[in-house]
């Protein structure tokens, strides 16, 4: 069942993973949230947002390409009120309080769980 709180709300989604999109898509749809666009690297990821600006991304770290860091500092370079979530695998400790200083609201740890994610989202866009 959608929250209202994030019904209406849009997200880019960024991950190398095709699945990891597909499984962030059905559980950003689940919750009454649109999403805008998904990107495959850093370098997509910052053509989108500023194109699309949306509500919130969620941000891989390890990319090919441009990672998510840099990303991230490009983003909230051209938006310093961006909302950008990190999705990180386990053991990147250090690389997860890079991408805090660098700009993101938070981070989410893989395997990714639905209640995790939608409580970050609803912090994240309540904070902002």
Request: hydrophobic content about 45%.
């Given at each position: 069942?959608?929250?209202?709180?994030?019904?209406?709300?849009?997200?880019?989604?960024v991950d190398d993973a095709t699945i990891i999109r597909l499984m962030l898509r059905k559980m950003f749809q689940r919750n009454?949230?649109?999403?805008?666009?998904?990107?495959?690297d850093g370098?997509?990821?910052?053509?989108?947002y500023e194109a699309m600006c949306p509500d919130f991304v969620t941000m891989d770290i390890t990319?090919?390409?441009?990672d998510g860091i840099t990303a991230t500092r490009k983003i909230m370079m051209f938006n310093p009120k961006a909302r950008i979530i990190m999705v990180s695998a386990l053991g990147q400790e250090s690389k997860v309080r890079e991408a805090i200083s660098a700009g993101a609201k938070d981070f989410i740890v893989k395997p990714?769980?639905?209640?995790?994610?939608?409580?970050?989202?609803?912090?994240?866009?309540?904070?902002?």
């Open positions: 069942m959608a929250d209202d709180t994030l019904r209406g709300k849009t997200v880019l989604i009454g949230i649109t999403v805008a666009g998904e990107a495959e370098e997509e990821a910052v053509r989108l990319m090919p390409g441009m990714l769980k639905e209640d995790r994610l939608m409580s970050s989202v609803r912090r994240v866009l309540i904070e902002a």
